[in-house]
């Protein structure tokens, strides 16, 4: 059983080099994740739920003001980015960057040769990644091209889990990973996050604005984020309520 604390979490965007004045987003996130457990964490746009993931991960545009965020007892924000994933932390994101160069196969392998502290046997591993990719309906050609390049949104979601699959952390955060997907793309990535999380027992934080993911990827708890915390939580009846509802009375 593994747990992550996020601990009164406060967080700016880091000043630039033209004087303009930091500014405050996340303002004092609590909330603990278990393993075994999905959390979503749904509200309105620039409410701060993409600057909480990026904060979480480690992305340098942000500087954390106060606060903690524990993996088992250890702060990852004494951390660097790389010591975080081999921690146990995945970070899947809104919009996956392009790597020109750099194949998925030398990037998935090189991956988990970090996370794993040692290579996978070359015959092993080209069997685990292609019973992964079928899975996820990914044409092994893919693990010739570049890292994201050209690839469609939802070839993108498919290859972020495909990476979860693969790399198997204790939590994953994952930022919108359900944005430009049409309802195929949706239930095939749908199903490689519940094989992750009942294979892995791993915790997941799901960022989204709709209920639709949450048809398929059932949440125990759903956080309503506003002005950079939560101001309330519930069960997944609290998804239909925002459904049906809106994030009006939370603004």
């Known amino acids: 059983m593994s747990t992550l604390e996020i601990k009164n979490l406060h967080a700016q965007v880091r000043p630039t080099e033209d004087g303009a004045e ?18 979503a964490i749904m509200g309105p746009n620039g409410s701060g739920k993409s600057t909480l993931s990026y904060t979480i991960a480690g992305h340098p545009k942000y500087e954390v003001t106060e606060g903690e965020v524990l993996l088992d007892g250890v702060n990852l924000l004494d951390l660097d980015v790389d010591e975080r994933a081999r921690a146990g932390l995945f970070l899947a994101m809104q919009y996956p960057v392009e790597v020109p160069g750099v194949s998925m196969a030398n990037f998935l392998r090189t991956a988990a040769t970090a996370v794993r502290g040692e290579a996978p046997k070359l015959r092993d591993w080209v069997k685990e990644v292609r019973e992964a990719q079928e899975e996820l309906s990914i044409d ?8 994201n390049e050209g690839f469609s949104g939802g070839e993108k979601k498919r290859h972020e889990v495909l990476q979860l699959g693969l790399l198997k952390p204790k939590f994953a955060v994952l930022d919108e990973t359900d944005s430009g997907l049409d309802v195929d793309a949706l239930r095939v990535v749908s199903e490689g996050i519940n094989k992750y999380k009942e294979r892995n027992n ?3 934080l799901m960022i989204t604005h709709y209920k639709r993911i949450l048809n398929y ?3 125990d708890y759903v956080h309503v984020f506003a002005d950079g915390k939560i101001v309330t939580s519930g069960g997944p009846e609290l998804a239909d309520e925002l459904e049906a509802h809106g994030y009006d009375r939370f603004l």
């Open 22 to 39: 930091p500014k405050q987003i996340l303002k004092g996130v609590n909330l603990t994740i278990n393993s075994g457990e999905t959390h």
């Open 140 to 147: 092994k050609a893919f693990s010739e091209r570049s890292v």
């Open 202 to 204: 791993g915790g997941v």
């Open 217 to 219: 990827v059932h949440p």
